[in-house]
């Protein structure tokens, strides 16, 4: 009798290393058949009676689409972040494990770099995409009013969903924030507001790195979130440092996540730009992937 599994796993060799092919066949059939146990999974046959026609049939077109390079988030419809179920679909970023420590960060930071206010009452979160950020503190810090942007309608479709299922309110805004007018606009219109915290993951990876990326991400994520050009890589960068000098109250926070190529890029740009405290951060894999610093 053939493993299921195995099969399964087998097929995604051919795009996938093995560690990786196991890991998203276990994750497909927990998904697609819940009633089963890690054990059952793994004794399932593939003409296993104990599976309906209707689960084989959803398996076997999930595997197609798997084959092809779609990643399993966007075929099941959702991933985890920071304990979240964040619904994703093919108009967002998927949320990125490294994400989920810049949260931490904030999390476990803020109330050092602010000892007057033991918790953000302002947070913006810029190039918002799933929400996956905004949802993150808003769950941590409960009291907080936070704005989402983004220039994608399909991502502000999908955040405001997010918020929704996880009855977390965030302020949605379609902003382009390397458009000056828009940027100027927004300025005005939040000229009272003073952000505690303005946090970003805006696309970084250059056009020339796209060699390096997995055919799932390439051809599959929006290309909008990811990529900068070559010429201009700091761009969301300077625009947002710009924003947050004239919008974070004393003590705010501007936190980034960042191609690690640029650390030093972006801490001289922060610094010049007169915020204090500026550091690099390194992610779980020991690469720079986050500039944090205090505006005061
Ligand atoms: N971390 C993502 C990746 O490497 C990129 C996210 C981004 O561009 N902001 O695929």
Redesign the pocket.
């Known amino acids: 009798m053939q493993s299921l599994f195995r099969n399964i796993t087998d097929t995604l060799t051919a795009i996938y290393d093995r560690n990786e092919a196991r890991a998203i066949t276990s994750w497909l059939l927990h998904e697609l058949l819940p009633e089963k146990t890690d054990y059952d999974i793994l004794l399932l046959t593939e003409n296993d009676t104990s599976i309906t026609s209707t689960q084989k049939h959803d398996i076997a077109k999930a595997v197609q689409r798997l084959t092809k390079g779609e990643p399993i988030q966007y075929i099941i419809g959702k991933t985890e972040f920071c304990g979240l179920t964040i619904q994703v679909g093919s108009g967002v970023?998927i949320p990125?494990p490294?994400t989920e420590e810049l949260i931490m960060w904030l999390v476990n930071n803020y109330h050092c770099v602010n000892p007057q206010q033991s918790a953000p009452q302002n947070i913006l979160d810029v190039c918002t995409g799933s929400g996956c950020i905004a949802l993150a503190l808003k769950k941590h810090f409960p009291s907080a009013r936070v704005e989402g942007w983004d220039i994608s309608q399909r991502a502000l479709n999908i955040a405001s969903q997010n918020s929704q299922a996880l009855s977390l309110p965030i302020i949605y805004n379609k902003v382009d924030v390397i458009e000056k007018c828009q940027l100027h606009e927004h300025m005005s219109n939040t000229i009272n507001t003073c952000f505690d915290i303005i946090v970003s993951?805006?696309?970084?990876?250059l056009n020339s790195e796209k060699e390096e990326i997995h055919k799932n991400?390439l051809d599959y994520e929006p290309s909008i979130?990811?990529f900068v050009n070559d010429n201009t890589p700091l761009i969301f960068y300077e625009h947002i440092t710009h924003f947050a000098s004239h919008h974070l109250s004393d003590n705010g926070v501007l936190a980034f996540?960042i191609n690690s190529r640029f650390g030093l890029d972006i801490l001289r740009l922060m610094e010049d730009t007169g915020f204090t405290d500026v550091a690099i951060r390194k992610d779980q894999f020991g690469k720079d992937r986050f500039v944090t610093g205090v505006w005061k």
């Open positions: 970023l990125r490294e993951n805006p696309p970084y990876v991400v979130a990811l996540e």
